[in-house]
């Protein structure tokens, strides 16, 4: 007599919504705001700081956690990152300023910092390959601006170049962060993206 228990196979449905939305607009948003900064439009203030701790960082940390819950190691990867990010460069321009006997950063150390996080970049913009050309650009403007960024820390030079590269970096992540909202509304493109054809 068998008393084999039949085995049951369960399919279940990810029902959660997508995260990119969230993180993309809490990395485009803030990188807009520092580089209005950048190019000298804004002073380095509370309004950029707040954006940096709360959009930046906490909002893409969320969003990345949350795709980490749906599989998508990429956006695991991203959002936690760049929301890390933020927060680790708010803690850099507030740290001193804490009475805790911490330096101020040089020139030299911010170079290396930025020029770390363009070459993470530089590896996650070829993650996008297979990916839309919006946020193929997302990545490959941000590769550049870390880029500039960095060399004009060890060089001593102007960074209002490198803020006009974050504005559109800022801007074409805000523009996919909404593509995606409203495409999946209209169940169209209605806004484009470019999907790479296979």
Not at 16 to 38: D, E, I, K, Q, Y
Not at 80 to 109: C, N, Q, R
Request: hydrophobic share 55%.
């Amino acid at each position: 007599m068998d008393k084999s228990v039949p085995h049951q196979v369960v399919l279940h449905k990810d029902s959660t919504s997508n995260p990119a939305p969230l993180g993309l607009l809490g990395f485009g948003m803030t990188t807009v705001m520092l580089n209005l900064h950048n190019v000298g439009f804004l002073g380095l203030d509370s309004a950029i700081m707040g954006m940096g701790i709360f959009v930046g960082g906490l909002a893409q940390v969320a969003a990345g956690i949350m795709e980490w819950k749906k599989g998508n190691t990429f956006g695991k990867v991203a959002f936690t990152s760049y929301g890390f990010f933020w927060l680790s460069l708010v803690a850099i321009w507030l740290l001193p300023k804490m009475d805790l006997e911490v330096a101020t950063p040089t020139d030299t150390s911010m170079g290396f910092y930025l020029l770390l996080w363009g070459l993470f970049t530089l590896f996650m913009f070829l993650g996008t390959l297979k990916a839309n050309r919006v946020l193929q650009f997302v990545f490959a403007s941000l590769a550049l601006l870390f880029f500039m960024l960095s060399f004009a820390d060890f060089t001593g030079t102007t960074k209002v170049f490198a803020g006009v590269v974050g504005i559109l970096c800022g801007l074409s992540a805000m523009y996919l962060s909404m593509a995606e909202v409203l495409n999946e509304i209209y169940q169209k493109e209605a806004m484009p993206v470019f999907p790479i054809k296979k």
